[in-house]
């Protein structure tokens, strides 16, 4: 890992396709599908268009045990859907359930630009405000942040061989992979896969980053690419705002950072790499 006072790698031409900045909050009991609604009549002006989709797992189960045998006792609730307020272009969301507050950036052909990290930290700190002052206006709670999440998926597409091009030469693209001219027997892989989870050294909480690779083919023209998408996951010691702020600034470094790590040079020339520290 390098040292903090590097500068983050950053690139003109970044092949992400997706962020999503989220957070896991203590879910009130209380919480019910209407106030779904009345919470999308905070963001309506910029999320104009809603979605209803199954609830995603969190780790905020909640249960109970009975004082007398000990038995854990799960007990079945309603099912509260899981809201998308989507933006007009489609290139920005919002999901929201009990416990749940995520926002996703999506590159869309009309809005292909990344908008970089520091306009959706700032995007999802205001909501993230908003938030808490509807749980409090509801008579919900406070805010209470217990787990954050920051995840780049990124289409690393091979470009009329520009680099490389086929998946058999998967070791143009990442360090993790050795070149094919060392095998003996073997000829070159049609195609490879990797995941691998790295523990996150954090001052003020816990965390982790897992990272998955996998093959795939381009729809729009058929070249094969890679899907590389690197998720940190990251419990902060404290449940107020800026601490979570802070473990997803953390989680952010380490994406950016393993992101550079596990990529070759010679595809950092092909994004444009430079040496600042705004990306």
Sequence with gaps: MGSPREPLPNFERPPVVEVVLGVQFASPAAFATTHLGLLWSRFRESFPRVEQHPPTPTSLARTDRSPKSGIRIEFA???????????????????????LFTHNWRKTAANPEYPRYPALREQFRNELVQLGDFLTAEGLGPLAITHCEVTYVNHIRSEHGTVWSGHGEASKVFKFIGSPNALHYLPSATSCGFRADYKMPMADGEGGLSVTMNPGIAASTGEPMFNLTLSAQCSPRGS??????SMLDQGREWVVRGFADLTTDSMHQHWGRLDRVDD
């Design 77 to 99: 609730e309603p099912l509260i859907p899981r809201c998308w307020f989507i933006a007009e272009d489609g290139s920005q969301l919002i999901q929201v359930q009990p416990g």
């Design 240 to 245: 107020d705002l800026d601490s979570a702020m």
